[in-house]
């Protein structure tokens, strides 16, 4: 079902492409959104155009995000979310978007950084616990490299997102409450092993956990 939804909403979109192609900024635009996943940048800065323009008033939109969302089929959180790795970019990387408007894809011999790698980056520097060296480390691997998002935490969420005390208490909290939960639903089960008196005590003492870990 997903697959012929998706299919649906393509061919929506390649049909007003056609509709609309009189208007370059605008097919280009939509173009860009069919084109999503591949150029992710090429599409943000479109947007930003269509954006800072206010290019939706003259196509008959009352505002910038019911444009997006009726004609483009992005959502608010996901163009908010290219927008604002966009402008980090223009801020932080600009020779990224440089590449991306310069060269052409078939001759691009720099990978372009993904939407998730771009966000942990930003998010890195935000953070602000690593040093300027190893911040310089993540840019080059994840904007020059093209080392995605997951790879990235792999390599560098220690020392760029360094789990504060209060983090590993909680987490520890967790972990406690969520395995005296599993033994108590475990000795309730039908045909447990452990005596009833024994199950009532456990019962009666991780009542006693949860409850003096929770306050």
């Not at 609309?20 to 097919?27: F, G």
């Not at 992005?74 to 970019?89: C, E, I, N």
């Amino acid at each position: 079902m997903g697959a012929n939804i998706i299919t649906k909403t393509d061919r929506q979109m390649e049909d007003h492409m056609h509709a609309v192609a009189s208007d370059p900024v605008r097919a280009d635009t939509l173009q860009k959104a069919r084109a999503f996943k591949r150029t992710w940048i090429e599409l943000a800065d479109a947007l930003t155009r269509v954006e800072s323009k206010r290019s939706w008033e003259a196509w008959g939109y009352p505002d910038f995000d019911t444009y997006c969302r009726k004609e483009l089929h992005l959502r608010g959180a996901t163009v908010q979310k290219l927008l604002g790795s966009y402008r980090f970019l223009e801020t932080s990387a600009p020779r990224v978007i440089e590449r991306v408007r310069d060269v052409p894809a078939e001759d691009l011999s720099s990978p372009i950084p993904s939407l998730p790698a771009v966000e942990f980056v930003q998010k890195a520097i935000d953070r602000g616990a690593a040093d300027a060296e190893t911040i310089e480390t993540i840019k080059r691997v994840a904007f020059e490299e093209g080392v995605d998002a997951p790879l990235l935490a792999k390599q560098f969420k220690a020392v760029a997102f360094p789990e504060t005390e209060r983090e590993r208490r909680e987490k520890l909290r967790a972990n406690i409450a969520q395995a005296a939960r599993k033994l108590s639903s475990l000795i309730a089960e039908d045909g447990s092993p452990v005596p009833k008196q024994l199950a009532i005590r456990v019962e009666e003492t991780v009542g006693e956990l949860l409850e003096a870990i929770e306050n």
